[in-house]
């Protein structure tokens, strides 16, 4: 069975917590089959477009979470042992079904960056404000809010 659709926006809420706007429904690709092994699975791709957060300049960008995933279902994780590579295991609820929408928001979960920043080009921080290596002078020369703990310690 395949299906290609849409999924609403708003029916992706935790996405949605995760991100700072949500900018248009989810592009869903599945298909659903019997293996030759006669292993179910759930087969698909996933695209969304999502605003978040620069990092260093603090300003929101558009990036587009593009997910692809190959489940095949299992009643416990212990079976999971079993599945070929290529498979990755999703468990059953206790009526032998998956929340394919949950499967789907968390696989967009998971493909957000660690990290979200600007590609260097589109940033407005300037290499100038960015500090590697030795700190500047005037941070140089603050006094350690720590320096106390060690009077403390040798007393």
Not at 56 to 63: E, K, L
Not at 77 to 104: C, H, K, R, T, W
Request: hydrophobic fraction near 35%; include cysteine; proline fraction near 6%.
């Amino acid at each position: 069975m395949d299906y290609e659709g849409y999924i609403s926006a708003n029916l992706l809420s935790r996405l949605g917590e995760s991100v700072g706007q949500m900018l248009g429904d989810a592009q869903v690709t599945l298909s659903l089959y019997v293996d030759p092994q006669k292993l179910t699975v759930v087969k698909g791709t996933a695209k969304v477009d999502v605003e978040l957060d620069c990092q260093r300049c603090s300003n929101p960008f558009t990036q587009t979470l593009d997910c692809t995933f190959c489940f095949s279902p299992v009643s416990n994780m212990d079976q999971a042992d079993n599945l070929p590579e290529i498979y990755e295991p999703i468990e059953v609820d206790s009526f032998g079904e998956i929340n394919l929408l949950d499967m789907i928001e968390d696989e967009f979960i998971l493909s957000l960056p660690l990290v979200p920043m600007h590609t260097d080009e589109h940033c407005e921080v300037s290499e100038s404000e960015l500090v590697f290596g030795e700190l500047p002078e005037e941070l140089a020369k603050k006094p350690n809010p720590f320096a106390i703990l060690a009077n403390l310690k040798k007393n």
